[in-house]
């Protein structure tokens, strides 16, 4: 949010010789993160007010002129210029030698130097609104002309920061550091707060008589919706530019000025923090209600775009139908026209979660939904009720206020909080004085009362909606204006002792190295939503939780498992790489059990998953190296083992190539082919994937690797390689588990089918080291060792040595 200094002092009296910097400095320190200041005089340095004595003709060109320009110097300068709305007596906007513009508003500043155009030289420039960055102040009607002063009456020579009240300082506030202070988002807000920083006096905001008789009839639907509105009905207007004081003040802090009608209720929502908004009487039949949507109903907007609203939406409406979205933004017919003369002036308190509910679902952000949504006290529509009449009868002297509506169902009623004089000395560090306390709280608008070394303590009604609400808070308020600065720094006393090793921890530490380092893997962060598409993409068909205000209608549903994350970033990558690996360590999110306080509400259950991708062209290749980093995990990050069967096939994989993996008895994950049933429903094509999700919970950390000593060979090993014919439904992992402990190591080599395979049978080479104590192996001995083992293969899986069947 931007602040205008200027508009600041407006309403508090500031002492002398503060600079903008040790403002900004105060109140980051105090009240909110002021994350820059821009000076506005610095970009109008060397541009002045000119008066235009004499425009004559180029001698060399018939679209230029030459321009006599009174810049308050002893003599008219001379300047060539190619505007089209050149007169003697005018007054312009003049960058003189030094100064920096845009050439027709386009591109990056240049520097103003003295030259010759055409042949005739040139003493500066007589800039076109654009090009000095005032389109928004001073909008030009047509291309080709300079900004036309002739409203002001300056001398020529004033500083044309000083002409157009641009010689100010604008703080730009970080958003975040206030999201739970309504009362700041305005500047009278801003104001109070400096007022209590340097104990200096807030002006109360101008205010004016406002009309006994009722006005139109308002009608609310549930109170717990509106809490209050209030509708002023005003006539003998007569729309038409603003003032330029105002149009300045609007676009100073990034407010586009429209009209005098509209531009006074942006002006009050900016210097109060409470939105207004003005409907043309002609346009509203019989009365105003505030309700919510029913079935089929639609809203057409100005830019003729059509919402379907319905029962979650806060509407405005009459008796013809809906005008519209309550807080957010107004429909085709509620507006204010250029030729409105009556006026009906909204002035209402909202329920914040509908109006953030609404303006996210419709994607319309704007400055009056960002404020209600932080919870607005309904005691400010006094102060902007009474500002805006005000600001109408000052610059509408025809304007009547002639009626009043004001329905009030739900007050803002001032929280209480008891606190112990104990609990601050506590918090503090320190001995805090109970008028110091006292003090620090009624300057900034509590009440106060002691008794028995106990506070109570009335917060007001603008800090009354959400902000303050325990005595942690209070305990905030009298910490930030003493000073944290001023806190003395006191070191906690600690005693040292055993570490705490915590083995999740390591373990999930050393599986993204594992991943990263190990099997060159990209890790990716998804976000915790995701799209329906990619959940029926990988065939999931569980419950989730549901977010009541999702990024996005197809978004509402959080993760149960981080496979659809993976397949929507293959979808996203493969088009760009034809090879790649990665892999997502975090929490999914599983339905747990309801609240005890909010029966509705299903509390989460969180687990930490790892998930993995590995993405190519051959499927078998990349089944194998999924799966022997899955072999190799355990080992590497200290678990306990792992093992495979299938048990219940993922709704992602295909038929045949996947697995579950086991941790003991228990199944605690999967890896497979990405089926091409769930590729195509994510528009993944010409790759092959294979996946894999282990469920990190359910895994057992150990101390350290199980680590067992083995001697170095004093004889050579001896290799050799056995080609098997095995029928077709047995597994490595069964000839593994017999030959191993026969050999001194064994390895996968290869798998063949097809001819001269018999059909239902595969071929399937392995490799085996013998090794003897005894000396170096004879070929005869090394022979019977492969008959013992060929000997149980046949006789536990009925398996031959190829080339001798």
Not at 70 to 84: A, E, F, K, M, N
Not at 255 to 265: A, E, S, Y
Request: charged share 25%; glycine share 8%.
């Amino acid at each position: 949010m931007k602040l205008s200094l200027n508009w600041l002092k407006e309403y508090v009296d500031l002492p002398d010789g503060l600079t903008p910097e040790k403002i900004a400095h105060d109140l980051t320190m105090k009240t909110v993160e002021v994350e820059g200041i821009e000076s506005l005089s610095d970009k109008f340095d060397q541009m002045v007010v000119g008066l235009i004595r004499e425009v004559l003709d180029h001698p060399q060109a018939d679209k230029l002129k030459i321009v006599m320009t009174d810049i308050g110097q002893s003599d008219p300068v001379q300047i060539v210029c190619g505007g089209t709305n050149l007169a003697p007596g005018q007054r312009v906007a003049v960058s003189l030698p030094g100064s920096m513009v845009r050439w027709h508003g386009e591109g990056e500043p240049v520097r103003i130097k003295a030259t010759k155009l055409r042949g005739v030289e040139s003493f500066g420039m007589i800039c076109a609104s654009a090009e000095i960055g005032l389109e928004d102040l001073l909008p030009e009607e047509q291309p080709n002309l300079i900004v036309d002063l002739s409203f002001l009456d300056h001398a020529p020579g004033t500083p044309l920061a000083d002409a157009l009240e641009l010689n100010d300082h604008i703080f730009e506030v970080d958003n975040k550091s206030m999201t739970n202070r309504p009362d700041l988002w305005g500047h009278y807000g801003v104001a109070r707060e400096l007022a209590a920083i340097y104990d200096v006096e807030l002006k109360p905001l101008p205010q004016a008589d406002l009309p006994s008789e009722d006005g139109i009839e308002v009608r609310i639907e549930d109170q717990e919706d509106c809490r209050r509105y209030t509708a002023l009905t005003i006539t003998g207007l007569e729309n038409g530019p603003s003032p330029f004081w105002l149009k300045s003040r609007l676009a100073k802090v990034g407010q586009r000025p429209i009209d005098v009608l509209v531009d006074i209720t942006n002006y009050v929502m900016m210097a109060t923090g409470q939105p207004t908004h003005g409907f043309d009487k002609d346009h509203v039949k019989e009365y105003i209600e505030i309700r919510r949507g029913r079935p089929g109903e639609q809203l057409e907007l100005l830019n003729k775009e059509t919402l379907d609203v319905g029962p979650d939406n806060l509407l405005i409406c009459d008796a013809k139908g809906v005008l519209g979205l309550a807080g957010v933004m107004g429909g085709k017919l509620d507006s204010i026209y250029p030729t409105t003369r009556e006026l009906i002036l909204e002035i209402a308190n909202f329920h914040p979660r509908l109006i953030r509910y609404t303006s996210q679902k419709f994607n319309q952000r704007t400055e009056a939904s960002t404020r209600f949504e932080k919870s607005i006290d309904s005691q400010r529509i006094d102060q902007a009720l009474g500002y805006t009449a005000h600001l109408l009868q000052q610059l509408q002297p025809r304007a009547r206020l002639v009626g009043l509506t004001d329905n009030y169902p739900v007050k803002t009623t001032p929280t209480v909080v008891v606190v112990e004089k104990d609990f601050f000395d506590t918090r503090l560090g320190r001995t805090v004085s109970t008028q110091d306390i006292e003090q620090a709280l009624v300057k900034l608008g509590f009440e106060v009362s002691l008794k028995d070394d106990r506070f109570e303590v009335t917060a007001p009604s603008w800090r009354s909606t959400g902000d303050v609400t325990i005595k942690y808070d209070i305990l905030e308020e009298v910490a930030r204006m003493l000073g944290y600065e001023a806190m003395s720094f006191v070191p906690p006393v600690i005693e040292l002792r055993k570490a705490v090793r915590q083995l999740e921890h390591d373990v999930e530490r050393r599986l993204r190295e594992y991943m990263a380092h190990n099997q060159s893997a990209q890790e990716i962060f998804t976000y915790p939503w995701v799209k329906d598409e990619l959940i029926e993409a990988a065939g999931i068909d569980q419950p989730a939780i549901e977010l009541e205000a999702p990024p996005a209608p197809d978004m509402k549903r959080l993760r149960t498992s981080l496979i659809p994350g993976l397949i929507g970033a293959i979808g996203l990558n493969h088009h760009y790489l034809p090879e790649f690996r990665m892999f997502e360590l975090t929490q999914v999110f599983l339905p747990g059990a309801h609240s005890p306080s909010t029966p509705e509400e299903v509390l989460p259950v969180m687990e930490r998953h790892l998930a993995g991708a590995f993405v190519a062209s051959q499927p078998i290749e990349l089944f194998r190296q999924v799966k022997g980093l899955l072999e190799d995990m355990p080992r590497a990050v200290g678990i306990e083992g792992l093992s495979f069967a299938q048990v219940e096939q993922p709704g992602w994989a295909d038929a045949k190539l996947w697995l579950n993996i086991l941790a003991g008895e228990t199944v605690v994950g999967a890896l497979g082919l990405l089926s091409l049933s769930s590729a195509k429903s994510a528009g993944i094509k010409r790759v092959q994937s294979v996946l894999f999700e282990l469920n990190l919970e359910q895994l057992k950390a150990l101390p350290s690797r199980e680590n067992t000593y083995q001697a170095l060979p004093e004889f050579p090993l001896v290799e050799y390689d056995i080609s098997l014919i095995l029928e077709e439904d047995k597994s490595w992992q069964q000839v593994e588990q017999i030959v191993g402990p026969m050999v001194q190591r064994i390895e996968f080599i290869d798998v063949f089918r097809g001819e001269p395979i018999p059909e239902g049978k595969k071929s399937l080479t392995l490799r085996v080291w013998f090794q003897s104590k005894d000396g170096t192996m004879t070929m005869e001995q090394v022979d019977k060792r492969v008959h013992a083992i060929v000997g149980q293969l046949k006789k536990r899986l009925g398996a031959s040595v190829r080339g001798m069947e």
